[in-house]
């Protein structure tokens, strides 16, 4: 084929004829803006992406309605299947974006795009991802059901989209919803190439948005950053001049259609670059902020909820949660960026909503919705707001408040009190270890005794903890992990990681900027070459994950190798103990109570040395005053100020000594950590308790086998009566 002629797949997805430009499309005469969340987007919660901007469009005048495919997907295939690739599998194997990779990617487009089907299935098996209890009638043939069904469904939605009549159809895409968004995208064009298409969100920020800008022609707009500010004038101008706007008069960061110049050189689908040059090259898309959080509407999510409503298989098996924005950015990341996280794209200026401008908000989606259920989407906590709003809430006394909200590790036992009081429930810490030297190797700014007192504090006051160990890092030592393992044992009564896992290379990352200083060949993460059947160079533009191994070509496995030490190796063996004893029914305990004198001991972590013990005089004194970790060389002056007690320092080292022999103390980073909690220990939030939302797939999955048993019995029952006839 003579490169330098349009191929069909070109004629199909990019020519449009300039005397249709501007007409309504579908049958509604909407005319306006449909916005998309597409698989594998949580059905737990509304989008925040598409209840913002709808609000937005909405107070601004511009007609616009909502899209919740992603629940309309899961309602096609059921919850057990969804949940596979929202929650079961690793998300840098790309099991969701594989199932839709056959609908934005046909073979009559793409010659090729399947060819690594089965090699690609074939080392997900090698990866044991995803479990096989997840499959029990073959998790390869239900994979292949779900491609299946992800093609069929594409066409499906692309109609109910253009159903609505909208002239401009925008999808959101952040992890494991591009390829889907792409196929209903391209499906859209080929049902009515009159219909302007957009994309935004975390997969479409700086170089990663020029790429699909670049490869992906039937996507008109690509706006990279947040649009809170843009989105209204971006789509009263296109809905407006259609393709026809020039590159100067499209806000800082978005690309469209006058940024694109041919490329006769290029392949099917493949045929334009981005004025900016070829991949790799000249300066990458500016990511667009906006930080005028108070100006910003309350969200609308009602599209979610009426569709939840209408869903008989997903809305009885969903409890759920409302997502609440109080900041943005991330204001340690902005003087000390941590090293593996590729979060806020290429800005960490922070920003916070006002106290009362949240506590309205909150007001507002309550009684909009009826919930008191809120994740807080946030990077990070404002710390002003221990002062501020979460004391005003906690003056509120709500008990059916609950809240979800990321802290740094250091917050100290007041501040935890503040959040618990404010109806905080769960917090996702960012502990990441409990190795100061390995915090160090992140730039965290905590250190390893502060993550346990942090632990130890979230149990003596119920407030549940999502956190994990890495490991794998640049300049590591196997003897970290080694002593990280010496001291799990020890702690098996605080709340346990959630697994131990290996380091991610995150786009936008400080290993990312500065592979080179940290020694580090970072290529775009294997499975991407399974996914996109594109050159390895779109691959370097497109990907968030990296491998630090070479993937050039066809790669023959999908996990990075990484040689494990004894100490990893141990560290992971009694993280996963640590874990099975949190979850088992009775879980295990390390509590004080002090009475009259004597310090009561209980103790059933399988390290006890005895299930009960009592304290008195110098052990009793030094274990309380180390409840708050102090340094070794300060107790002497504790115990005389707090306890009245002036002893010999040969006495209080001889006390100490028998205490860490006996478990309760644990010496570290130069802090002597009482392991017990005060006083009575209070449940803990279960996962049906969680602030963003519940989706029960274990009583769906029994469900739907209930009803295939049922339906099984009906037609045996059916087919008797015609197999006696032919008797």
């Known amino acids: 084929m003579n490169r330098t002629e349009p191929t069909a797949a070109d004629a199909a997805l990019s020519s449009r004829d300039s005397s249709s430009r501007g007409s309504s499309s579908g049958g509604s005469s909407f005319g306006g803006v449909c916005l998309v969340s597409m698989p594998y987007a949580s059905v737990s919660r509304p989008s925040m992406a598409l209840g913002l901007l709808a609000g937005i469009l909405e107070r601004?005048?511009?007609?616009?309605?909502?899209?919740?495919?992603?629940?309309?997907?899961?309602?096609?295939?059921?919850?057990?299947?969804?949940?596979?690739?929202?929650?079961?599998?690793?998300?840098?194997?790309?099991?969701?974006?594989?199932?839709?990779?056959?609908?934005?990617?046909?073979?009559?487009?793409?010659?090729?795009?399947?060819?690594?089907?089965?090699?690609?299935?074939?080392?997900?098996?090698?990866?044991?991802?995803?479990a096989p209890w997840s499959f029990p009638g073959g998790w390869r043939a239900a994979l292949r059901t779900l491609r299946r069904f992800a093609t069929e469904f594409v066409d499906e939605a692309a109609q109910?989209?253009?159903?609505?009549?909208?002239?401009?159809?925008?999808?959101?895409?952040?992890?494991?919803?591009?390829?889907?968004?792409?196929?209903?995208?391209?499906?859209?064009?080929?049902?009515?190439?009159?219909?302007?298409?957009?994309?935004?969100?975390?997969?479409?920020?700086?170089?990663?948005?020029?790429?699909?800008?670049?490869?992906?022609?039937?996507?008109?707009?690509?706006?990279?950053?947040?649009?809170?500010?843009?989105?209204?004038p971006l789509c009263r101008t296109v809905l407006e001049r259609g393709w026809d706007v020039p590159a100067d008069e499209l806000p800082r960061g978005v690309l469209g259609p006058a940024h694109r110049l041919p490329d006769p050189a290029g392949p099917a689908g493949h045929r334009e670059k981005t004025a900016a040059g070829s991949p790799g090259s000249g300066p990458p898309l500016p990511r667009a902020v906006f930080r005028q959080l108070d100006s910003l509407p309350v969200p609308n999510f009602q599209g979610y909820f009426d569709e939840l409503s209408r869903s008989s298989r997903v809305g009885p098996y969903v409890t759920p949660g409302l997502p609440l924005e109080t900041s943005r950015g991330c204001w340690w990341g902005d003087s000390h960026h941590c090293t593996f996280c590729g979060l806020n794209g290429s800005s960490m200026v922070y920003d916070s909503k006002s106290p009362e401008r949240?506590?309205?908000?909150?007001?507002?989606?309550?009684?909009?919705?009826?919930?008191?259920?809120?994740?807080?989407?946030?990077?990070?906590?404002?710390?002003?707001?221990?002062?501020?709003?979460?004391?005003?809430?906690?003056?509120?006394?709500?008990?059916?408040?609950?809240?979800?909200?990321?802290?740094?590790?250091?917050?100290?036992?007041?501040?935890?009190?503040?959040?618990?009081?404010?109806?905080?429930?769960?917090?996702?810490?960012?502990?990441?270890?409990?190795?100061?030297?390995?915090?160090?190797?992140?730039?965290?700014?905590?250190?390893?005794?502060?993550?346990?007192?942090?632990?130890?504090?979230?149990?003596?006051?119920?407030?549940?903890?999502?956190?994990?160990?890495?490991?794998?890092?640049?300049?590591?030592?196997?003897?970290?992990?080694?002593?990280?393992?010496?001291?799990?044992?020890?702690?098996?009564?605080?709340?346990?990681?959630?697994?131990?896992?290996?380091?991610?290379?995150?786009?936008?990352?400080?290993?990312?900027?500065?592979?080179?200083?940290?020694?580090?060949?970072?290529?775009?993460?294997?499975?991407m070459h399974y996914v996109y059947p594109l050159a390895h160079s779109d691959l370097e533009d497109l990907t968030y994950f990296f491998s630090d191994t070479p993937a050039l070509g066809v790669p023959d496995t999908l996990l990075r190798p990484v040689r494990k030490g004894k100490g990893i190796q141990a560290l992971q063996e009694v993280a996963n103990q640590w874990k099975q004893a949190f979850h088992d029914t009775v879980r295990p305990v390390l509590a004080m109570t002090d009475v009259d004198g004597e310090l009561h001991i209980l103790d059933t972590r399988r390290c006890a040395e005895r299930t009960r013990m009592r304290l008195t005089g110098v052990a009793r004194a030094v274990v309380l005053a180390c409840d708050?970790?102090?340094?070794?060389?300060?107790?002497?002056?504790?115990?005389?100020?707090?306890?009245?007690?002036?002893?010999?320092?040969?006495?209080?080292?001889?006390?100490?000594?028998?205490?860490?022999?006996?478990?309760?103390?644990?010496?570290?980073?130069?802090?002597?950590?009482?392991?017990?909690?005060?006083?009575?220990?209070?449940?803990?939030?279960?996962?049906?308790?969680?602030?963003?939302?519940?989706?029960?797939?274990?009583?769906?999955?029994?469900?739907?086998?209930?009803?295939?048993?049922?339906?099984?019995?009906?037609?045996?029952?059916?087919?008797?009566?015609?197999?006696?006839?032919?008797r």
């Open 60 to 130: 601004d005048g511009v007609p616009v309605t909502t899209a919740h495919a992603n629940l309309w997907f899961a309602e096609r295939v059921g919850l057990p299947l969804y949940d596979v690739c929202e929650h079961q599998s690793q998300i840098q194997l790309l099991v969701g974006e594989w199932t839709f990779a056959e609908a934005a990617f046909p073979e009559e487009l793409f010659p090729g795009a399947r060819d690594k089907d089965e090699q690609y299935l074939d080392l997900l098996e090698a990866s044991g991802v995803p």
């Open 358 to 527: 949240v506590r309205e908000e909150m007001a507002a989606l309550t009684e909009r919705y009826g919930l008191k259920r809120f994740e807080c989407v946030d990077n990070i906590l404002d710390m002003g707001y221990f002062t501020t709003l979460l004391t005003a809430l906690a003056q509120e006394k709500d008990p059916e408040r609950a809240l979800f909200y990321e802290i740094k590790a250091n917050a100290n036992t007041r501040q935890i009190e503040t959040l618990v009081d404010a109806g905080v429930t769960w917090v996702q810490p960012g502990i990441e270890s409990l190795h100061t030297e390995m915090l160090k190797l992140m730039d965290k700014g905590v250190r390893g005794w502060q993550n346990i007192q942090l632990l130890k504090r979230g149990r003596q006051f119920g407030l549940r903890m999502s956190w994990s160990l890495l490991w794998g890092f640049p300049g590591d030592s196997d003897a970290y992990y080694a002593q990280m393992a010496e001291w799990v044992p020890l702690l098996e009564h605080l709340e346990a990681p959630q697994g131990t896992a290996l380091l991610r290379f995150d786009r936008f990352s400080v290993y990312e900027k500065k592979a080179q200083e940290h020694g580090l060949f970072l290529s775009p993460i294997p499975s």
């Open 160 to 232: 109910r989209v253009l159903a609505t009549g909208a002239r401009v159809v925008g999808c959101t895409s952040t992890f494991e919803q591009h390829v889907a968004s792409l196929a209903l995208l391209r499906r859209i064009r080929e049902l009515d190439p009159d219909v302007i298409t957009m994309m935004g969100g975390a997969n479409c920020e700086a170089v990663m948005g020029e790429a699909t800008h670049r490869c992906f022609p039937w996507v008109d707009y690509v706006v990279s950053g947040e649009a809170d500010g843009l989105i209204t």
């Open 628 to 726: 708050a970790a102090p340094r070794p060389a300060k107790l002497r002056e504790i115990l005389r100020r707090d306890h009245d007690l002036d002893v010999a320092q040969a006495t209080i080292d001889a006390a100490v000594e028998s205490l860490v022999e006996r478990r309760l103390l644990l010496e570290i980073d130069d802090r002597l950590v009482t392991l017990a909690i005060p006083g009575t220990i209070p449940s803990l939030p279960t996962g049906r308790d969680f602030p963003g939302g519940f989706v029960d797939a274990f009583r769906a999955t029994q469900d739907s086998a209930r009803a295939r048993r049922a339906e099984g019995a009906e037609d045996t029952a059916q087919g008797a009566p015609a197999l006696e006839e032919q």
